[in-house]
């Protein structure tokens, strides 16, 4: 995007009820001296930007880039001044308005502060009647728990480049947002042959059966864009939690929800007719390979 | 004299192999024995099923295929979970009642006969179209909270264990009552056992 | 007169309300504005699903609530009978990367906040360029951490008798080679000389013979008089058992036997606005935490010496930070080296709906002891209360007696509380969970 002065576009973060986790996450990001050098940083929660948050809290400036982090709360004050005039004030003229994380994209876990008033700036979990429902159009969601730091780098960079970022139904980019959390897991063969994981800790076996992985249900690209450029949650034996779909945070997260031994849950728009049927097939089969320890230490020359 | 078609002709194979092999035994039942009761030569036979042990497999797809639309119909209706059970039961009881020859060969051939069905209908893959109908069913009693959350094959085996042996000792005559004078109290009996 | 300022960057903010007398600071109150109620979000749940949640009470140092709470858990398991054994894999796994979230904090409290608010105390300019230095230093420790708990911020690795992550010698491999490339950096671009050789300099004159980050620091401090202000009342509280520290209370050097169950918490005393902090007590007193009475818990010379010379000084404060992260490196290399993968991740427990007892988990966290107490009745959390460190240092008490950092800001002007302020490395989000 170019600024009618062909100056760097403006970026503001600001923060309503949050954890910092998207601003540390954001941290991690490689590049992240390059992002930054394409802006003017007007105001951010940790790096050392033109203004102080007293200064923006006055009101008397604009942005053309405005991020969100935290869940909204139409109550809040910070620096004896409300959060809602002030996202208000800034979303009217700014070009693009990111919701930094799932707090400001959907509610998220603090929502549960105060469910009947909190709300992400645009969703409330499902539901469309955010604080910014009339600046809808200018709304990239950028849900997460936290965030992925180069989910946002991408939309930054997208932005800079002039280049139009698709959106899906909940405004998050498709790009990042179409695969799901479950591409790209080492674990898929045990997946596929539905060899569950017989408890955690152990390298071999799918996390779906019985420790609650959500990945196979979860828009997300942690899988393909590895964590801190080197792992994931699946990868190392953690089930998925679900962070960037609008009921997180969910209940009982280390444990599948069984209906009679059934998942409740099936892989995402899978028929869960089609879904049994293969399991049922896939469980007769006992393949040895998948059944015993993928490393055998001990194995003689 | 409308033609018969091939479909025609094969389901008259399964119906005529299931008569058989229900009546005199899957062993003493031969290939030439079921062409003759369908009324076609032997070698045309071979054209419908390569042998005898393919047609064995192809009867227990057949039936689980059936009655797995049977209880997916009675899974789709807005009925309470108490009612399909019942509503299962009558269907499974009739089945046994009007095409005796079904239910029979699922208990006297395929679950007596395991030898015959060892490869290529490993575990439950022959029965899955059944199997998959009856997951259905418990999951949403489960989720409706109209039946208790359990093992799967504990419920699974409490309600076929208990109408295939009421099946079984209709086959054997020992029954006093028909068969449909027990679908209330058989129905009952499973909900009161597998309820919330 | 009473005048009101605005903190922040200490991961959200916080008021101080300043009664000066003759431009210095005579009594002060500290006011955290936010609340989020995780105790009452936590109330309900199944007991598990608090190793998700907690870690999201704070983006800088999730990872020392994951391990609270995970040690929470494992007492009530304990004491309700059902004794919980962890392997020595998952306890070094676990305790390698808690270190690596310390190390991460410093390095960002170093370059985000300390050096860029030093500079400012002296009227220097400054971008924000050098402070990505600490963000890149951050981000080396997170990959190491990445590693075994699949991502930071807020991995949730560590379950009930161990860890879920079965690693292989690649990890290990990998960690040390990224450990290797962060203590390379902390040399060369923070430190200006080999950590060993810093480790065991002896005073502060050992910083004249070169130049680095860390000098300039220490250079700006005494410039800055901070030798001579930021005193609380020399008195520190460690609780966290660790192979880094072990539970004591100093007074001064003395060093005493602490038991968690004298800790108590008050309603902060902020007669201007309400805050949503409360201040947290040892046997009705208040004591300071974090590395500051950590290092002096483990008697390096060097600490000793600045000790000696500048007793519980901003300066003494800050410097036992930078020593911190030191020393903190050194040992994360070794407990590396002492890591066994054929060992087991998990030890199966009984499940947890069995569990019917109370547990509380303390580990030090980057600003010293975190606790958390949990109320567990078959499976589910009753009640859950959380202490950080942040309420023992940022307390807000009367000035009849005061907390350390009302005590320590005392005498100077208002730019010079400011700074002394977050010498503490405060941070918010924590303190008004």
Request: aromatic fraction near 10%.
């Amino acid at each position: 995007m170019h600024s009618k002065n062909n100056k760097k576009p403006k970026l503001l973060w600001i923060q309503g009820l949050t954890c910092n986790g998207n601003t540390h996450s954001f941290l991690n990001l490689p590049f992240l001296s390059n992002i930054l050098d394409k802006f003017e940083l007007l105001y951010h929660p940790a790096i050392l930007s033109t203004y102080e948050f007293s200064q923006i809290s006055c009101c008397d400036l604009q942005c053309d880039v405005l991020i969100f982090e935290g869940t909204f709360d139409p109550q809040m004050q910070r620096n004896d001044s409300s959060m809602k005039k002030i996202l208000l004030h800034y979303a009217k003229d700014a070009e693009y308005i990111i919701a930094a994380g799932s707090c400001a994209s959907f509610g998220g876990i603090f929502k549960e502060v105060s469910p009947e008033r909190n709300s992400g700036i645009l969703f409330n979990e499902e539901e469309k009647n955010g604080p910014l429902i009339d600046y809808e159009e200018k709304i990239i969601n950028l849900s997460g728990c936290p965030i992925h730091p180069e989910w946002l780098g991408y939309v930054l960079e997208m932005i800079t480049a002039s280049k139009k970022i698709v959106l899906d139904e909940l405004h998050r980019p498709v790009e990042l947002y179409s695969t799901l959390a479950h591409h790209g897991c080492t674990r898929n063969e045990y997946f596929e042959w539905k060899v569950d994981a017989k408890g955690f800790g152990l390298k071999e076996g799918c996390l779906f059966y019985e420790q609650g992985c959500r990945a196979p249900m979860t828009h997300a690209s942690c899988n393909k864009i590895l964590w801190n450029e080197v792992s994931s949650k699946t990868r190392i034996g953690t089930p998925c939690l679900g962070c960037t779909e609008p009921d997180f945070p969910r209940k009982n997260f280390f444990s599948t929800q069984t209906n009679m031994s059934i998942p409740q849950d099936v892989p995402l728009d899978v028929p869960k007719r089609s879904y049994l049927t293969i399991v049922g097939i896939a469980k007769t089969f006992h393949i040895k390979r998948l059944e015993g320890k993928l490393i055998d230490y001990k194995r003689a020359d | 004299m409308a033609r018969i078609t091939k479909e025609e002709r094969r389901n008259g194979i399964i119906s005529a192999a299931l008569k058989l092999f229900s009546e005199k035994g899957f062993y003493i039942t031969t290939i030439p024995d079921i062409a003759e009761k369908v009324g076609m030569s032997v070698g045309n036979f071979y054209n419908y099923f390569k042998s005898k042990d393919i047609l064995a497999k192809e009867l227990v797809l057949y039936i689980s295929e059936y009655l797995g639309s049977q209880i997916r119909e009675i899974n789709e209706r807005d009925i309470s979970t108490e009612e399909k059970i019942y509503e299962i039961v009558s269907m499974y009881f009739d089945m046994a009642d009007e095409k005796p020859e079904m239910i029979e060969y699922f208990l006297r051939v395929y679950l007596s006969n395991r030898e015959v069905f060892a490869h290529g209908c490993e575990g439950m893959i022959c029965v899955s179209a059944f199997v998959t109908e009856m997951m259905i069913f418990f999951d949403e009693g489960v989720a409706k909270n109209e039946l208790r959350n359990q093992d799967f094959f504990s419920a699974f085996g409490l309600f076929m264990g208990y109408l295939g042996g009421m099946v079984f000792l209709f086959g054997e005559k020992i029954l006093p009552e028909p068969l449909e004078w027990y679908k209330v109290s058989i129905a009952q009996n499973i909900y009161n056992a597998l309820k919330e | 007169m009473i005048t009101k300022e605005l903190i922040e960057r200490i991961e959200g903010e916080a008021s101080l309300y300043l009664k000066m007398k003759d431009k210095k600071v005579d009594f002060a109150t500290v006011v955290f504005p936010h609340f989020r109620g995780m105790e009452s979000i936590l109330e309900g749940k199944n007991v598990l699903d608090a190793l998700v949640l907690t870690p999201r009470i704070c983006g800088i140092c999730g990872h020392a609530h994951l391990m609270a709470t995970v040690r929470a858990i494992e007492d009530a398991y304990n004491n309700a009978g059902f004794g919980v054994q962890i392997s020595k894999k998952a306890a070094k796994i676990r305790e390698f990367t808690l270190i690596m979230e310390m190390i991460q904090n410093h390095f960002k409290w170093l370059y985000m906040v300390i050096l860029p608010e030093l500079r400012k105390l002296l009227g220097e300019e400054d971008t924000h360029k050098s402070q990505l230095k600490g963000a890149y230093a951050a981000s080396l420790a997170s990959k190491a951490i990445a590693l075994f708990g699949g991502q930071w911020p807020h991995s949730s690795y560590m379950v009930v008798g161990g860890i879920t992550a079965d690693p292989t010698y690649i990890e290990l491999l990998q960690a040390q080679n990224h450990l290797e490339k962060l203590v390379d950096f902390f040399e060369k671009e923070t430190l200006g000389i080999q950590i060993e050789s810093f480790l065991s300099f002896e005073t502060c004159r050992d910083f004249n013979t070169f130049s680095s980050d860390v000098t300039e620091v220490e250079s700006k401090l005494l410039k800055a008089k901070m030798h001579r202000m930021g005193f609380a009342f020399d008195q520190f509280l460690i609780l966290g058992e660790h192979g880094f520290s072990k539970p004591m209370k100093l007074k001064r050097t003395r060093i005493l036997n602490v038991d968690a169950k004298y800790l108590t918490t008050e309603e902060a005393y902020t007669p201007d606005v309400k805050s949503y902090a409360k201040n947290a007590l040892y046997n009705g007193d208040y004591y300071e935490t974090g590395p500051l009475g950590r290092m002096m818990a483990q008697g390096a010379p060097l600490i000793k010496n600045f000790h000696r010379r500048y007793k519980d000084s901003a300066y003494t404060r800050v410097m036992a930070r930078i020593y911190e992260l030191a020393s903190v490196l050194e040992y994360a290399r070794s407990l590396l080296g002492e890591i066994d993968i054929s060992e087991e991740s998990v030890v199966k427990s009984v499940d947890i709906k069995k569990i019917n007892a109370i547990g509380e988990g303390i580990v030090e966290a980057p600003r010293g002891p975190l606790i958390h107490k949990i109320s567990i009745k078959q499976g589910i959390i009753k009640e859950y209360s959380i202490i950080t460190p942040t309420q023992f240092n940022i307390g807000s008490s009367t000035q009849k007696k005061p907390t350390p950092v009302q005590k320590a800001i005392q005498y100077s002007s208002k730019q010079e509380a400011l700074f002394i302020f977050r010498t503490f490395d405060v941070c918010s989000v924590c303190t008004t969970h």
